[in-house]
């Protein structure tokens, strides 16, 4: 004899509701994010521009969560260390990176392999500031006191040209301006940006491409001269210098900073922190602390700043492959 086993109407509703509790509790979760401190971390030391840009926007997005936002530093290996810790993390929303150019950008091409996959393994969330270079010659020298100057002098003393670079990124941006340029400089590392326009000052290095805001001191100081920067606009901090496209060269590349998460948030927590972002930079404090820095506040979309990365990775590696740097 057969036995059938009768279940109450409101026993089935009771197994339906239990077996979508995930589904209903991620929801929740993601409508109450956040509900505990979030964490940016920065691959770089305390104190250099990276690191105050993100305690500038971890200080507003406080204010607008209302929720505690710490700033951590994992230095070490051209941001490798920090970028690989985030993309590691658990993809909840409460671990994010400041990252720059160099460990998403300019790391693919300088390093063999990585830790990380840049566009694999983060998740990109909005630019925070972007930066042009700009490029300094001596003062003294009046043979390169214009860009087409420069170029006379490196085709005409080819043994005598070269540039400082303080980092891989500079080395890079450089090596495209010899492409677009059809000129001749060989390389001499220094260890910071201030070294690098020392050389410059002095007569060791023929020219340098750097960040902005060592720049304007080095060019006040009067021992260098700024010739052109690297942006589609003139810079901001340094109105009277014009881009290189108004002089004829095919160079429109920026320096930036931005906000990731990793690979596997849930996108309405992107989306929120996108928001968060955005807010923070038009509040007016925060562009004034920002532009304090030489760098210019902006925001995005995760798609428009996803859709940067795509370009920049395989046209750095382009002309590091073109210009014989060998990877890591």
């Not at 239990?18 to 691959?43: N, R």
């Not at 040209?161 to 891989?168: E, L, T, V």
């Not at 326009?197 to 001269?225: E, F, H, Q, S, Y």
């Amino acid at each position: 004899m057969k036995h059938s086993i009768f279940f109450p109407r409101r026993f089935g509703a009771l197994v339906l509701a239990l077996a979508c509790t995930g589904g209903v509790g991620a929801a929740q979760a993601q409508e109450g994010y956040p509900s505990h401190p979030i964490t940016i971390v920065v691959g770089y030391s305390a104190g250099g521009a990276n690191d105050i840009l993100a305690r500038i926007l971890a200080s507003k997005m406080s204010d607008i969560l209302k929720q505690s936002v710490i700033v951590e530093n994992k230095p070490g290996i051209s941001s490798i260390v920090g970028a690989t810790y985030v993309a590691r993390a658990k993809p909840d929303g409460y671990t994010l990176l400041m990252g720059a150019s160099g460990p998403i950008s300019f790391n693919p091409a300088l390093y063999k392999s990585l830790p990380y996959s840049p566009d694999k393994d983060l998740a990109p969330i909005s630019q925070v500031g972007i930066f042009p270079l700009v490029l300094l010659t001596q003062a003294a020298n009046k043979q390169t006191a214009t860009l087409e100057g420069l170029k006379a002098y490196s085709k005409a003393h080819p043994d005598k040209s070269n540039y400082s670079a303080s980092s891989a990124s500079f080395q890079l941006m450089t090596e495209l301006f010899k492409k677009q340029t059809g000129t001749q400089f060989v390389h001499i590392p220094y260890k910071g940006s201030m070294n690098s326009i020392n050389a410059v000052g002095t007569g060791d290095a023929t020219m340098t491409l750097v960040d902005i805001g060592p720049a304007t001191v080095g060019v006040k100081g009067g021992r260098v001269r700024a010739l052109a920067v690297t942006s589609a606009r003139r810079a901001p901090y340094l109105p009277d210098v014009p881009t290189m496209k108004e002089l004829g060269i095919d160079m429109d590349v920026q320096l930036w900073s931005g906000l990731f998460a990793p690979a596997g948030t849930p996108p309405a927590v992107i989306q929120k922190l996108a928001r968060t972002v955005h807010d923070a930079i038009q509040a007016p404090d925060v562009r004034k602390r920002i532009a304090a820095l030489s760098i210019t506040p902006t925001s995005d979309t995760p798609a428009e700043f996803a859709a940067l990365i795509a370009k920049e990775i395989p046209m750095w590696k382009r002309v590091a492959r073109e210009a014989g740097v060998k990877p890591n």
